[in-house]
């Protein structure tokens, strides 16, 4: 039988791992990490779990509230850190919000599946 700590320690790791899982350049909300982590309704449980990480450990800045806005205070130490750190990957925020259409992680899912492949490029030595 498993104990409450194996299960949270389980729920924990599956929402590190959802977050090291988002590409570089894109952002997610706290309620998108929880269902990928197979948590749905659990948004309150990544922002704890990103509280408890080490800095360096977790891409955080690429989390964010479900309306694309950053969740530290504007104009604090943290939310100027995670502007930096998104602008740094090309990620506009404006007035303290990402355009999540523009730059959330997988949004667009029928782009995903039905998009024409990208066509392969010719080495220039070959044209």
Known sequence: MKSAHDTSTAAHDAIR???AGIPQG???SYGEIARRAGLPGRARLVGRVLGEA???ELP???VLRSDGRIAF???SRAFREQVRRLAGEGV???NGRVDLAAFG???DIDRLLWAPAPRPRM???AQ
Do not use: F, H, M
Request: net charge positive; glycine share 12%; charged share 25%.
């Open 60 to 62: 955080w800045q690429r």
């Open 105 to 107: 992680w997988e949004r």
């Open 26 to 28: 894109s952002v997610a």
């Open 54 to 56: 080490d800095g360096g």
């Open 17 to 19: 791992a959802a977050i």
């Open 92 to 94: 506009l925020v404006r």
């Open 73 to 75: 205070p504007p104009g």
């Open 123 to 125: 080495p220039k030595a």
